[in-house]
């Protein structure tokens, strides 16, 4: 019985992932990390547009001649179509070659931002956005697995960290650059903007993606395959409660940093963009850390989640509380991307599309379950509430984990 130490990632001729990272020439490997960061580039602009909505919504509603409430539903979109539509692209797909997937995918998001960018009236607006979680659901379900394509297995955490680690970069640079080009030239340019990046991206992937043919067709029986792996059931477990728990409180931080922590407007701004930073050397520090342990970094991101999240409600008001709260919880949920990714990876070596598929059905369902009922706990008992409701749904996370790492074997 192995506790949270999980096997080293190993080659298929057993060689250790220490000694093959370190035989791994730099030169050979440049090529594939241009092509890796052309993926963490395009997690980066589907996440910013996804987001682009949040600090541009008065204008968009005005402009559109509905009420900020429908408005909204251009945040709601994104994120139920996401969790249809990764299953659905990984059959859909079949045996086609990954990199015209993701050559297409890109092409949608250059396409959903300027149906954006045009968009007459708020029903145009929800097609740009369906477009949209389409591509956030595909890029969810294939770019972390076209990191074996590009590398050798003991880089591919890092690689992971990489690609993932653009959806940190957009909630600290994307969302505030785009609401700010809002503000200067209107809610259209933004969406004009993230249409050329997205078009540059494309280009970028045109020239240095390799062919990445799938190993086999994936038909809708593989998608009950997770399901029927006790490890892959425990990773979607875990999904479903540390991601609710997370966005019961991240969703309503402003509230709680004004109320709980008693800080003014411009505190508030600072410490969210600190959240950001946060979360960008999480992905980073993840992408490390589960090349060492896979469940012991999924346990030290539930465990400090759950630990900042009920903390808070007896820490007392004040600046520095509020940003030791703010750092630690960035920290770890940057964690949470990369390992819950690599631990479904490792739980189905032979399914790894499939398990993907389903962790970003599971992922974007727990995201809005918890703001959702975050919502209904602030309004009807207040954000304290809410925090003690998060903070329990975290740690229920880290007890799975510690129990699943003292009972089963690693993948």
């Known amino acids: 019985m192995q506790a949270l130490d999980d096997k080293p990632l190993v080659h298929a001729d057993g060689e250790s992932a220490g000694a093959a990272a370190a035989a791994i020439s730099t030169a050979t490997a440049a090529p594939a990390w241009l ?81 954006a960018a045009l968009a007459p009236n708020l029903a145009v607006m929800l097609l740009a956005r369906a477009l949209l979680g389409l591509v956030v659901g595909g890029f969810w379900t294939f770019a972390p697995g076209a990191t074996g394509h590009l590398l050798p297995a003991p880089l591919q955490p890092r690689a992971m960290s990489y690609v993932l680690a653009g959806i940190s970069l957009a909630t600290i640079a994307g969302v505030p650059a785009g609401a700010l080009l809002g503000g200067l030239a209107g809610w259209r340019a933004a969406f004009l903007a993230s249409a050329l990046v997205a078009a540059v991206v494309l280009a970028l992937q045109l020239k240095v993606l390799p062919r990445m043919p799938a190993a086999r067709a994936v038909v809708p029986r593989d998608l009950l395959a997770p399901l029927a792996e006790p490890r892959a059931r425990t990773v979607l477990a875990v999904a479903l409660f540390l991601v609710s728990g997370h966005f019961v409180g991240y969703t309503y931080m402003r509230p709680m940093l004004q109320q709980v922590f008693g800080l003014s407007n411009d505190a508030v701004t600072t410490l969210l963009l600190a959240y950001g930073v946060a979360g960008f050397a999480g992905t980073f520090l993840g992408g490390r850390l589960v090349a060492r342990s896979v469940r012991g970094t999924a ?52 399914s790894q599309e499939a398990g993907q598929a389903l962790l970003v059905t599971f992922f974007q369902v727990a995201l809005s379950f918890g703001a959702f009922v975050g919502g209904l706990v602030v309004d009807g008992a207040g954000i304290q509430s809410a925090l003690l409701l998060g903070g329990v749904l975290a740690i229920a996370g880290a007890v799975l984990v510690g129990w699943t790492s003292a009972t089963m074997r690693t993948p």
């Open 35 to 115: 092509a890796v960061a052309s993926l963490a580039i395009s997690t980066f602009a589907s996440v910013t547009t996804e987001f682009l909505p949040v600090g541009l919504l008065t204008g968009i509603a005005a402009s559109l001649h509905v009420s900020e409430g429908a408005a909204g539903l251009m945040v709601t979109m994104p994120g139920l179509v996401a969790a249809v539509t990764g299953p659905a692209l990984i059959i859909a797909s079949g045996r086609l070659d990954r990199r015209i997937v993701l050559l297409v995918l890109s092409a949608v998001l250059v396409a959903s931002n300027l149906l």
């Open 299 to 350: 346990l030290l991101a539930a465990a400090t989640i759950g630990a900042v999240l009920l903390l808070s409600m007896l820490a007392g008001q004040g600046a520095v509380p509020a940003a030791v709260a703010v750092v630690a919880w960035g920290v770890a949920f940057g964690l949470v991307p990369v390992s819950m990714t690599t631990w479904m990876l490792q739980a189905l070596p032979r």
